[in-house]
């Protein structure tokens, strides 16, 4: 089965500063990778997907993520964070070797301060 | 951009009543789905719904539970006997292709509470 594992539960940042949250997944094959954004009060919405091809991958509002297989490792990073990426992000698997079904990490809170 | 649509946003119910969780997908897309989110806890999967039968459920979604399309644009949840434990965050995705290839698009949620 698969899962994923992210590090860190809550990070607090002061805006312009860098961000990197972990994310970890075990699944013995083949991977899509995504990371899911909620502002409060809001729905999840898609930040970035992995399927296959360059492992940087760039996303919405700035955010990227490197898939680095040996490390079974989709990092999310931004050079420089602002008050509005307040939020929580998920990082989720999707096994490409059947059925549809994402798992999700347990999730980051990140508030950013002014 | 097209949205999936939840109602109700909020639903406080007693314990052992049956409650019906409403969505309304994007209209192209094929792939239904239902995950909660336990207060405090991970996003779980719950089940996938294509061609009108579900195409995978987990180990959550037990007799108490039932998917269904009644209409070309509803795709309901139905908790028949609700638990204490069901209190979460409800949330409808649907996507275009199996494989989430696009991506699901999530709806807001259904806060149910189980008193």
């Known amino acids: 089965a698969q899962s994923v594992s992210q590090h860190n539960h809550h990070v607090i940042l002061s805006e312009a500063a860098s961000l990197e949250l972990g994310c970890n997944y075990s699944?013995?094959?083949?991977?899509?990778l995504f990371w899911y954004v909620q502002y409060p009060g809001q729905h999840l919405q898609l930040l970035l997907k992995?399927?296959?091809?360059?492992?940087l991958v760039k996303g919405i509002k700035g955010f990227e993520a490197e898939f680095i297989k040996s490390k079974f490792s989709f990092n999310l990073r931004k050079p420089s964070v602002q008050w509005s990426d307040t939020a929580e992000y998920f990082c989720a698997v999707m096994s490409t070797g059947g059925g549809n079904k994402l798992t999700f990490g347990t999730g980051t809170q990140l508030k950013v301060e002014l | 951009e097209p949205e999936v649509t939840q109602t109700p946003s909020h639903q406080v119910t007693q314990m052992g009543q049956e409650v019906i969780l409403r969505c309304v997908p994007i209209?192209?897309?094929?792939?239904f789905y239902w995950y909660r989110q336990i207060l405090g806890q991970k996003v779980e999967f719950l089940v996938s719904f294509y061609n009108n039968e579900i195409s995978e459920k987990s180990e959550i979604f037990d007799d108490q539970f039932s998917v269904e399309r009644p209409d070309g644009s509803n795709f309901t949840l139905k908790i028949r006997s609700t638990k204490l434990e069901d209190s979460a965050m409800y949330f409808c995705a649907s996507s275009v292709a199996g494989q989430g290839h696009h991506g699901y698009t999530f709806g807001s949620g259904t806060r149910l509470t189980v008193v």
């Open positions: 699944y013995g094959g083949t991977v899509n």
């Open positions: 209209s192209n897309h094929l792939y």
């Open positions: 992995y399927f296959s091809g360059d492992p």
